[in-house]
């Protein structure tokens, strides 16, 4: 499991690096998104890794996530994102050949982001914290279905890479703060930018 989860993280920071070094040389300028003071909406790939505690379930997936801001000024923004994270498999009791549990979530969170102010206009990068709601779904061999709703507090860190008038792509990391679960986010995404550029 240890290994598959690193192999598909490595994969991920990987294509990242590839997207900065793509994204670079086109220096901000007057026709770059940078620090744009407006609105932006986005939207990616979510890769997800969840343990519950005792280790019942401990699987990773892949889901989405999409989000709009506004962005205050050239430090802050508020943002609001949902987020759908997949299924997390895990086989219970294996040795009784049976026993297959999955759990999923879905929900909102919103943020307050701070942006360095030493970012450079066409890498724009931040750190947030804010508040989230899940809704959890586990399902066991398809009989026993249970749902409930989990709140707290979220943390995370990104970079928003500039790569055309109104359009950045955005690489971010994202822990929850689950009272039965360590749970947390990677995500690869593209944001449009509103607005004259």
């Known amino acids: 499991m240890q290994r598959r989860v690193t192999k598909s993280v490595g994969r991920l920071l990987a294509s990242a690096a590839l997207l ?37 379930i401990d699987d990773s997936a892949v889901g989405f996530k999409a989000w709009g801001q506004y962005r205050f000024n050239k430090y802050l923004g508020l943002e609001v994102a949902f987020l759908s994270t997949g299924d997390f498999n895990e086989d ?22 701070g ?7 066409a890498v724009q990068m931040f750190g ?24 707290g507090f979220t943390a ?16 971010e990391g994202d822990w929850y703060n689950l ?8 995500d690869l995404g593209v944001s449009y930018h509103f607005g004259s550029p």
């Open 20 to 56: 900065c070094a793509i994204a670079l040389p086109a220096h901000a300028g007057p026709d770059r998104p940078g620090a744009r003071e407006g609105w932006q909406i986005g939207a990616g790939a979510l890769y997800g890794d969840y343990q519950l505690d005792g280790g019942a």
């Open 92 to 113: 219970i009791t294996p040795t009784a050949g049976g026993g297959n549990a999955t759990i999923s979530a879905q929900g909102f969170s919103m943020d307050l982001l």
């Open 115 to 121: 942006y360095l102010p030493f970012s450079p206009e």
């Open 128 to 151: 947030k914290v804010g508040f989230y709601r899940l809704d959890q779904d586990l399902q066991i061999d398809s009989a026993v279905s249970t749902s409930r709703f989990s709140d």
């Open 156 to 171: 995370g860190a990104g970079a928003d890479i500039a790569v055309a008038s109104q359009v950045t792509l955005r690489i």
């Open 179 to 186: 009272d039965s679960a360590d749970f947390w986010t990677v």
